[in-house]
């Protein structure tokens, strides 16, 4: 039982490069987020999913795009990178029920030069 | 939007005292998360609060929602450096019951 996973764990892009990050899941959990992290801001969600198929804008969708085309997996997608994306990018899911404690992944950290 | 503030930012105890974190909703609390992150790592799921007056404890960490479900606190007892890394508070809310997190407390624990 892995949990959470993330790929890649590190990534340096130029600016105007697009890049995937996937994040999957073996809990057969529902929901899915994005979330990113920055110095002294704590994580702001990106884009969520609540099943298969869907997905949702969070607090910061500008320059992202995610999807969830099968329920163990959730991607997150910069077509064109700016520096501003330069962040550690969290994946998480939870079964989406009344507690709904949520499980992370070990993050992936992004440079866009 | 709901808005969380931790305080402080960061800590530095001895090892073996004590220390509490806090935090601090803009808004009712209908669920408050603590999570601990080490560096270059995950979120770790410590507890999590639901009801006023609620107190939890783990081990040597011990974290309660006051009465007016506005305000968190997490308390260790007898601090080791294994508890030292950035610690988050988070609130539950919206359609997709997505988090809201505070900007962490990082704490450092001398040997």
């Known amino acids: 039982n892995a949990g959470v996973t993330q790929t890649p764990k590190f990534r340096v892009l130029k600016t105007g490069q697009s890049m995937t990050l996937l994040c999957a899941q073996d809990?057969?959990?529902?929901?899915m987020y994005w979330y990113r992290q920055d110095p002294g801001m704590g994580l702001r969600l990106i884009h969520y999913s609540v099943g298969e198929g869907t997905t949702a804008k969070g607090e910061v969708p500008d320059g992202y795009n995610v999807s969830r085309l099968k329920k163990q997996n959730f991607l997150l997608g910069l077509e064109s990178a700016a520096p501003s994306q330069t962040s550690v990018y969290f994946c998480?899911?939870?079964?989406?029920?009344?507690?709904?404690?949520?499980?992370f992944g070990p993050g992936t950290r992004l440079t866009v030069l | 939007s709901q808005e969380l503030e931790q305080s402080p930012q960061s800590l530095i105890v001895q090892e073996g005292k004590n220390l509490t974190i806090n935090c601090t909703s803009s808004k009712t609390l209908y669920g408050l998360y603590w999570y601990k992150q080490k560096y270059g790592e995950g979120l770790i799921f410590l507890m999590m609060l639901q009801k006023g007056g609620e107190e939890k404890s783990h081990e040597k960490i011990t974290a309660k929602l006051d009465e007016k479900k506005q305000q968190s606190s997490l308390h260790i007892t007898a601090s080791q450096p294994s508890h030292a890394g950035i610690y988050l508070c988070?609130?539950?809310?919206?359609?997709?019951?997505?988090?809201?997190f505070g900007s962490g407390t990082q704490l450092t624990v001398l040997p």
């Open positions: 988070g609130a539950l809310g919206g359609s997709a019951r997505q988090l809201t």
């Open positions: 809990m057969n959990h529902e929901y």
């Open positions: 998480a899911s939870s079964y989406g029920d009344s507690r709904n404690e949520q499980f």
